[in-house]
């Protein structure tokens, strides 16, 4: 098995949070492969309060809670997915918006 094989975590859509939660949309340098953009979903969706995100390309959407999460959060659990320093991921905000507003609404449930 290859040194940088990563399993998705999957963590199951709560519909009714999601209903409720807000998108933010990131871009995140570092992203060399798919394994990394999984490393960095598995970090996101560890995260309490995190409840989609998904990846298109260097921008990941992420649907989250802002009563339990904040902006600094999210970009502290991507620069975590690191493995402290084996790879450097960055984040920047771009933009958030009510997940009712956004097309990602279908695509998560």
Known sequence: MSEC????????????????????YLEVSGIGCERCATRVA????RTEGVLACTFYE?????????????MDNLIEAIAAA?????HIYKAVFLSEEPVGASPLRFYWG
């Open 5 to 24: 094989h990563v399993e998705p975590f999957e963590k199951p859509v709560d519909k009714a949070a999601l209903s409720n939660a807000t998108v933010a």
């Open 82 to 86: 690191g493995n402290g320093g084996r």
């Open 42 to 45: 598995n970090s996101l969706l």
């Open 58 to 70: 260097n921008i990941v959407a992420v649907a989250y809670d802002q009563q339990t999460r904040t």
